[in-house]
């Protein structure tokens, strides 16, 4: 009997955060049901790298989706191509816009592989992509609720075709919480500004230290503000509570 196919087609410049955790785990659950996942990864001149990610994330089965014109067209048809290869049943776009034209084109040939978007965050550019496609979108989900009424108000989807997906998270042991010390903050995630906000780090603490507040601060992640953040809290004189851990492991 033939197997259900799915394909996640995905940036590869970044490895590491939040959506390539849960792409990890969604794809391992999958297969745990009996489909076949092929992860597609898109491949450029300079930032985008598939080998490097899977050298990470290594997939049972993937396919580097490559494209070296720099332009919309180019990574169509490289798209295009690829979902000819593979001939998934689900296609779901991780980060790519160009995924919904490509799946248009293949319908209107001979596949009707259905289509299926995750919106993970507040990107006006992703609702606008949805709403241009909002015709031939099988379903959409959002991992929160308001990002599910967004993709109702704001792309104008049919309610009928959406849904709100909460992402999971693994329960914390039990000797997590410390009682004593410092007030103890943590910010997690992946070090930029414009989806992240992690340019508030610098002022919050600075802001924690002005009350007479006893706290210490660590910053999980890495990303392209990393060092000028560094750089803030040495000439906040902060060093001594605010500690830069780097990447580390999601059970870590």
């Known amino acids: 009997m033939r197997k259900p196919v799915a394909l996640f087609v995905s940036q590869s410049a970044h490895p590491w955060g939040g959506v390539e955790s849960w792409l990890e785990r969604l794809v391992a659950a999958l297969e745990g049901y009996g489909w076949r996942v092929v992860v597609g990864l898109v491949r450029g001149r300079s930032n985008h790298d598939p080998y490097t990610y899977l050298a ?3 997939y049972r089965e993937s396919v580097a989706i490559t494209c ?3 332009t919309v067209e180019g990574r169509v048809r490289a798209i295009q191509k690829a979902l ?3 001939g998934p049943d689900v296609v779901v776009p991780v980060g790519i816009a160009d995924v919904l034209e490509a799946v248009r084109r293949v319908r ?3 596949a009707k592989p259905r289509l299926l978007a995750v919106l993970h965050g507040f990107g006006l550019a992703q609702l606008r992509d949805l709403a241009a496609h909002r015709g031939q979108l099988d379903r959409a989900v959002a991992v929160n609720r308001l ?3 967004a ?3 704001v792309a104008g989807l049919d309610p009928e075709r959406t849904g ?3 992402v999971g998270a693994m329960l914390p042991r039990e000797d997590a919480c410390r009682k004593e010390g410092p007030f103890r903050v943590a910010w997690v995630g992946r070090l930029c500004r414009e989806s992240k906000r992690a340019g508030d780090v610098v002022p919050v603490a600075a802001a924690l230290d002005a009350l007479g507040c006893d706290f210490r601060l660590d910053v ?3 990303g392209p503000l990393e060092e000028a953040l560094i750089r803030d809290v040495e000439r906040a004189g902060l060093v001594r509570k605010v500690r830069f851990r780097g990447f580390v492991s999601e059970d870590e």
């Open 108 to 110: 209107a040939a001979a």
């Open 147 to 149: 990002l599910h009424a």
């Open 68 to 70: 070296r014109t720099g």
């Open 164 to 166: 709100c997906v909460p």
């Open 151 to 153: 993709l109702i108000d």
């Open 220 to 222: 999980v992640g890495s």
């Open 56 to 58: 990470l994330h290594p």
């Open 84 to 86: 000819e290869s593979v």
